[in-house]
């Protein structure tokens, strides 16, 4: 091989090398760059408010991330928006169509407002109530749920709607007799005092307040025990304190004790006695 024939294998090796250096040929390939991980932190960089609407009314959303449900973001996924079901099953709640209908905010799930008149999804989870309801009927059988729980939770004033028996009675002392779904059965602790039952039964109360009998000091709830309406009898205090053959006389306690809110009340005529005569003048009966 000649001179000029060296020369030049060398200079196309040498132009070769160059050439390749520059273009990064012959050097190990590198890898293509990772793409970047989203965090729990990450999320409220663009999405400001759910995170804050689940510190402050997540409920049970505040026990999982924002992974949990949105298991991607877009452009990856076409759409990130979970259904309900995913997580929620098991129950017949779960079934009810149109969840969002009442949880408006999946991220504050139990702020509810009730729009219309709804009944049969409440149902679904407040199964006791409407057995109270159908058990002891009364006008509030035939109202909606939401008729009085407009928000979900809310538990309305007894005032609300109805008139109290007195004025200085409150949504909380209604309590103490009536419960909500269970209106007309009526019952009461030994705490009740007198005033409350008088809001009612004003007359029963009056007679008692000017009575000069030992039932005065009792409470209405010592003798009327337990249930409204429930009226004792003499003997389960008293018991037998006059002979049979007095007895056999009366037809009860009452034809000579008057009443038990106004007992011995002697002046009061009775409706068979005969008036008293005026002098020189023959008795008239009434």
Known sequence: M???RRIRLFAVAGLTLAVSLCLGL?????????????????????????????????????????????????????????????????????????????????????????????????????????????????????LYCSTCHNVHGKIPACTQCHKPHYAEQTAGDCKKCHKAHQPKNVAYGKEVPNKECGGCHKKALDLLTASQAKHKSLACVYCHQDKHKMVPACQSCHGTPHPAAMLAKFKGCGDCHNIAHDLNRWDAPSKTAPVKASPGKPAKKK
Do not use: M, W
Request: proline share 10%; glycine share 4%.
């Open 26 to 142: 012959g050097s190990p390939a590198k890898a293509a760059p990772a793409a970047p991980k989203l965090v729990q932190d990450d999320c409220v960089k663009c999405h400001a408010q759910p995170p804050a609407d689940i510190a402050s009314a997540g409920a049970g959303h505040k026990k999982i991330t924002c992974f949990d449900c949105h298991a991607s973001h877009r452009p990856a996924s076409k759409n990130n928006i979970p259904q309900c079901s995913q997580c929620h099953t098991g129950k017949k709640h779960y079934e009810l169509a149109n969840c969002l209908g009442c949880h408006k905010n999946p991220h504050t799930p139990l702020n509810i407002i009730l729009s219309g008149n709804i009944t049969d999804p409440c149902l679904t989870c407040h199964s006791p109530q409407i057995e109270q309801l159908k058990q002891f009927p009364s006008k509030h059988t035939k």
């Open 2 to 4: 000649n001179a000029v």
